[in-house]
């Protein structure tokens, strides 16, 4: 059964910096793509950050670019997403998801991921 668990959120002053980790279990091939996505309460989920398992290709929302770096090791199947110069308007659950089969073409899209976290919960405020 694959599995993807996020840590590293909490509650960070505007300004500050979160690292959020994700780590897999149960992949019995490698995934195309795995990424973070967040949804504010009111507002739809939306796509941050992702990149595919092979290659470097990745994507950033640009309201999160120059700011959130996405990286991984694959040795301990953990994706990370370093999070610096944070807003309050960053404030979410921010969710892992890994695309497994490849079918959507669009990259970083929630509809093409199969695997969901449970989410971890990242506040910015003074």
């Known amino acids: 059964q694959l599995q993807l668990v996020e840590s590293g959120g909490g509650l960070v002053q505007p300004g500050g910096s979160l690292r959020l980790s994700c780590v897999g279990s149960?992949?019995?091939?490698?995934?195309?793509?795995i990424g973070w996505f967040r949804q504010a309460p009111g507002h739809e989920r939306e796509e941050v950050s992702c990149?595919?398992?092979?290659?470097?290709?990745?994507f950033y929302a640009d309201s999160v670019k120059g700011r959130f770096t996405i990286s991984r090791d694959n040795t301990k199947n953990t994706v990370f997403l370093q999070m610096n110069s944070l807003k309050p308007e960053d404030s979410a659950v921010y969710y892992c998801a890994a695309d497994t089969t490849g079918i959507v073409t669009q990259f970083c899209k929630d509809y093409g991921m199969d695997y969901w976290g449970k989410g971890t919960l990242v506040t910015v405020s003074s």
């Open positions: 990149m595919r398992y092979w290659g470097d290709s990745t």
């Open positions: 149960g992949f019995t091939t490698p995934y195309y793509t």
